[in-house]
């Protein structure tokens, strides 16, 4: 009887050990993804979205230089050329664009821009599901998953963070694409290339 006893108790105790996600010894398996199929923005230029904040100068024409924010439609304002698309473009390409429409009123030597992004405002993801602070977040720099899910407090203790998904948008008409990620797995350094950057319109679910 005291045997048993104590192997019911060896149990309950193991139970409440093995309840909390942290502790959890075997890894969950989800269906196999190519992680390196997913764009790592790092990598490449920054491109511009609502709420930017960009400085354009053109040289030693400073009636036509301005710090226009990119409006909600995508599109910014620029004296004497006025609207131009911004949304989706590089800084790089923005200076280009401009550069060829004001060679229609100044003359090609004069026609020298410079284009800056004084404030990243269109960086931002969602966090939903079983975390401690699930809402829509910002930042000025890129971050990964676990990143982002630490930045809204870590997954609760209802949670079940090795199923979390990340839904990012695919081509027009089509669903968003579902990247499984094992949260516990990329802490212990298991899963490292799980850890995926966030694109800006992302959406990190934590059930």
Request: glycine residues 8%; aromatic residues 6%; contains cysteine.
């Given at each position: 009887?005291?045997?048993?006893?104590?192997?019911?108790?060896?149990?309950?105790?193991?139970?409440?050990?093995?309840?909390?996600?942290?502790?959890?010894?075997?890894?969950?398996?989800?269906?196999?993804?190519d992680y390196r199929?997913?764009?790592?923005?790092?990598?490449?230029?920054?491109?511009?979205?609502?709420?930017?904040?960009?400085?354009?100068?053109?040289?030693?024409?400073?009636?036509?230089?301005?710090?226009?924010?990119?409006?909600?439609?995508?599109?910014?304002?620029?004296?004497?050329?006025?609207?131009?698309?911004?949304?989706?473009?590089?800084?790089?390409?923005?200076?280009?664009?401009?550069?060829?429409?004001?060679?229609?009123?100044?003359?090609?030597?004069?026609?020298?821009?410079?284009?800056?992004?004084?404030?990243?405002?269109?960086?931002?993801?969602?966090?939903?599901?079983?975390v401690e602070k699930?809402?829509?977040?910002?930042?000025?720099?890129?971050?990964?998953?676990?990143?982002?899910?630490?930045?809204?407090?870590?997954?609760?203790?209802?949670?079940?963070?090795?199923?979390?998904?990340?839904?990012?948008?695919?081509n027009p008409g089509?669903?968003?694409?579902?990247?499984?990620?094992?949260?516990?797995?990329?802490?212990?350094?298991?899963?490292?290339?799980?850890?995926?950057?966030?694109?800006?319109?992302?959406?990190?679910?934590?059930?």
């Amino acid at each position: 009887m005291a045997n048993r006893a104590t192997s019911k108790v060896l149990l309950l105790m193991l139970g409440i050990g093995s309840a909390g996600w942290g502790v959890s010894g075997c890894a969950t398996t989800h269906p196999p993804y190519d992680y390196r199929s997913e764009p790592d923005p790092r990598t490449h230029d920054f491109v511009l979205g609502p709420s930017d904040v960009l400085k354009v100068s053109v040289w030693r024409n400073p009636d036509l230089s301005a710090e226009p924010v990119v409006r909600p439609d995508g599109t910014i304002t620029m004296p004497l050329i006025g609207d131009l698309r911004a949304a989706g473009m590089t800084p790089t390409q923005v200076r280009q664009e401009i550069e060829r429409r004001l060679k229609a009123y100044v003359k090609d030597e004069a026609a020298i821009v410079t284009v800056a992004v004084t404030a990243i405002n269109s960086y931002r993801f969602v966090l939903s599901g079983n975390v401690e602070k699930p809402g829509a977040y910002s930042a000025n720099h890129y971050l990964t998953v676990s990143e982002a899910i630490s930045l809204a407090g870590g997954p609760n203790r209802f949670a079940s963070p090795e199923n979390t998904l990340i839904l990012r948008a695919a081509n027009p008409g089509e669903p968003p694409r579902r990247i499984p990620v094992d949260y516990p797995q990329i802490l212990t350094g298991r899963r490292s290339e799980e850890d995926v950057v966030l694109l800006a319109g992302d959406k990190v679910y934590v059930p």
